[in-house]
């Protein structure tokens, strides 16, 4: 009989020589590109975390109280001591705590220099407490030294220098607390 095109599909289909379970042989598939899939994505989730984390932390508060801002300025400064040139960090210092004042008091103090202020402190006077402006004439008053005499040992000033702006705000609202 000859073949019709039924009986070669029929002879194709057939298994050579009984075997039948024969699959073609292939390459295993290679874990790495699943590996760095999954290494880039955990990268990826922590950097978006990361990246929340520091917009939440260092987002300013909108209604904090002036003394939260000054302190929190402090802290910041005090982590960034070793990096800052000491007059470079007594006038940050004394930025942060004029910021306060200016906040607190509603004076100027935050626009004016040292000389300034003590001039108008002795010509006008401020809104200042009366416990508050001695203090802060002495705060001034060191915070010049340190910012511009030069002096060789400057670097050990800045910590009492940082000291006394924390006793000021700590000082201040004290006075507030008790005049309410």
């Known amino acids: 009989m000859p073949p019709t095109l039924f009986t070669l599909a029929q002879a194709e289909a057939a298994p050579p ?3 039948y379970d024969i699959v073609l042989p292939a390459p ?6 699943l590996f760095a899939a999954l290494v880039f994505a955990l990268l990826l989730a922590g950097a978006v975390v990361w990246l ?9 508060a909108p209604d904090a109280p002036p003394s939260f801002k000054a ?11 070793d990096e800052l040139a000491p007059n470079r960090f007594a006038l940050a ?16 103090v935050r626009y004016e220099t ?5 001039a108008r402190l002795a010509r006008e006077g401020t809104r200042l407490p009366p416990a508050v402006q001695q203090e802060l ?8 030294e340190v910012k511009f005499a030069n002096r060789p040992d400057a670097a050990e000033w800045t910590r009492p220098l940082m000291q006394r702006a924390r006793a000021l705000v700590s000082l201040c609202e004290s006075v507030n607390a008790e005049t309410k």
């Open 93 to 108: 210092v004394s930025d942060a705590l004029k910021d306060y004042f200016t906040a607190r008091f509603r004076d100027p």
């Open 28 to 33: 295993e598939r290679s874990p790495w590109p």
């Open 17 to 19: 020589d009984g075997l």
């Open 114 to 118: 040292a000389e300034e202020f003590l």
């Open 52 to 60: 929340v984390r520091f917009l939440l932390r260092n987002r300013p």
């Open 71 to 81: 302190l929190r300025e402090f802290d910041r400064l005090d982590r960034e001591r």
């Open 137 to 144: 004439r002495d705060f001034l008053t060191a915070s010049e």
